[in-house]
Protein backbone atom coordinates (compact mmCIF):
# COMPACT_ATOMS: atom_id res chain seq x y z
CA UNK A 1 0.00 0.00 0.00
CA UNK A 2 1.31 3.01 -1.17
CA UNK A 3 1.76 5.94 1.74
CA UNK A 4 1.76 9.50 1.65
CA UNK A 5 3.56 12.21 3.18
CA UNK A 6 1.06 14.58 5.03
CA UNK A 7 2.76 17.51 3.49
CA UNK A 8 2.34 16.04 0.20
CA UNK A 9 -0.51 17.18 -2.06
CA UNK A 10 -3.16 13.72 -2.14
CA UNK A 11 -3.26 12.76 -6.30
CA UNK A 12 -7.03 12.04 -6.01
CA UNK A 13 -7.64 15.33 -5.29
CA UNK A 14 -5.72 16.61 -8.31
CA UNK A 15 -7.63 14.02 -10.32
CA UNK A 16 -10.79 15.09 -8.93
CA UNK A 17 -9.55 18.91 -9.76
CA UNK A 18 -8.71 17.61 -13.34
CA UNK A 19 -11.41 15.78 -13.94
CA UNK A 20 -14.32 18.11 -12.12
CA UNK A 21 -18.12 18.77 -12.72
CA UNK A 22 -21.33 16.63 -13.56
CA UNK A 23 -20.26 15.76 -17.64
CA UNK A 24 -16.66 16.01 -17.41
CA UNK A 25 -16.51 12.10 -17.48
CA UNK A 26 -18.91 11.39 -19.67
CA UNK A 27 -17.93 13.68 -22.00
CA UNK A 28 -14.32 12.56 -21.68
CA UNK A 29 -15.30 9.16 -22.19
CA UNK A 30 -16.95 9.85 -25.26
CA UNK A 31 -14.51 11.42 -27.15
CA UNK A 32 -11.76 8.07 -25.77
CA UNK A 33 -14.51 5.84 -27.20
CA UNK A 34 -15.05 7.20 -30.37
CA UNK A 35 -11.22 8.34 -30.77
CA UNK A 36 -12.06 9.97 -33.73
CA UNK A 37 -12.82 13.54 -34.51
CA UNK A 38 -16.72 14.14 -33.60
CA UNK A 39 -18.62 17.60 -34.28
CA UNK A 40 -20.10 19.55 -31.45
CA UNK A 41 -23.37 18.78 -32.34
CA UNK A 42 -22.92 15.10 -32.43
CA UNK A 43 -21.12 15.09 -28.76
CA UNK A 44 -23.57 16.74 -27.76
CA UNK A 45 -26.70 14.54 -29.01
CA UNK A 46 -24.15 11.21 -27.58
CA UNK A 47 -24.48 12.88 -23.75
CA UNK A 48 -27.88 14.30 -23.66
CA UNK A 49 -29.22 16.02 -22.24
CA UNK A 50 -26.30 18.30 -21.46
CA UNK A 51 -26.66 22.06 -22.78
CA UNK A 52 -24.70 23.56 -25.13
CA UNK A 53 -23.33 25.94 -21.94
CA UNK A 54 -21.96 22.79 -19.71
CA UNK A 55 -20.70 21.31 -22.67
CA UNK A 56 -18.59 24.77 -24.25
CA UNK A 57 -17.04 25.17 -20.62
CA UNK A 58 -16.14 21.50 -20.15
CA UNK A 59 -14.49 21.33 -23.57
CA UNK A 60 -12.87 24.62 -23.16
CA UNK A 61 -11.31 23.21 -20.17
CA UNK A 62 -10.01 19.69 -21.07
CA UNK A 63 -8.51 21.94 -24.23
CA UNK A 64 -6.47 24.25 -21.53
CA UNK A 65 -5.51 21.28 -19.82
CA UNK A 66 -4.21 19.32 -23.24
CA UNK A 67 -7.02 16.50 -23.08
CA UNK A 68 -8.89 17.58 -26.03
CA UNK A 69 -7.90 19.25 -29.03
CA UNK A 70 -10.30 21.59 -31.09
CA UNK A 71 -10.33 22.34 -34.98
CA UNK A 72 -11.88 25.07 -36.16
CA UNK A 73 -12.20 24.89 -40.34
CA UNK A 74 -12.36 28.01 -42.32
CA UNK A 75 -15.82 27.04 -44.13
CA UNK A 76 -19.25 28.60 -44.17
CA UNK A 77 -20.87 27.95 -41.93
CA UNK A 78 -17.58 27.14 -39.81
CA UNK A 79 -17.21 24.35 -39.08
CA UNK A 80 -15.60 22.74 -35.17
CA UNK A 81 -14.59 18.70 -34.47
CA UNK A 82 -13.30 17.66 -31.08
CA UNK A 83 -10.83 14.92 -30.72
CA UNK A 84 -9.58 13.32 -27.95
CA UNK A 85 -5.20 13.92 -27.64
CA UNK A 86 -2.89 11.25 -26.82
CA UNK A 87 -2.46 12.51 -23.19
CA UNK A 88 -6.14 12.37 -22.82
CA UNK A 89 -6.44 8.73 -24.54
CA UNK A 90 -3.62 7.71 -21.60
CA UNK A 91 -7.05 8.41 -19.07
CA UNK A 92 -8.63 5.24 -21.06
CA UNK A 93 -7.35 2.31 -18.74
CA UNK A 94 -8.82 4.42 -15.54
CA UNK A 95 -12.35 5.26 -17.02
CA UNK A 96 -12.60 1.86 -18.22
CA UNK A 97 -12.18 0.53 -14.81
CA UNK A 98 -14.62 2.77 -13.74
CA UNK A 99 -17.53 1.93 -16.09
CA UNK A 100 -16.89 -1.98 -15.25
CA UNK A 101 -16.61 -1.17 -11.91
CA UNK A 102 -20.18 0.41 -12.24
CA UNK A 103 -21.62 -1.91 -14.50
CA UNK A 104 -20.68 -4.81 -12.29
CA UNK A 105 -21.96 -3.28 -8.75
CA UNK A 106 -24.98 -0.69 -9.87
CA UNK A 107 -27.90 -3.24 -8.87
CA UNK A 108 -26.11 -3.18 -5.55
CA UNK A 109 -25.74 0.39 -5.61
CA UNK A 110 -29.85 0.83 -6.50
CA UNK A 111 -30.66 -1.07 -3.91
CA UNK A 112 -28.68 0.31 -1.26
Given at each position: ME????AQRCP????????????????????????APVRFSALQRAIAPIT???LT??????????????????EVPPRVEYEVTALGKTLRPTLDSLAGWMRGNADQLLRA
Open positions: TFDTMVDFVNLISGKWAIPILYRLIVIDQKEKQLRLFEQRGLVRRTVYA
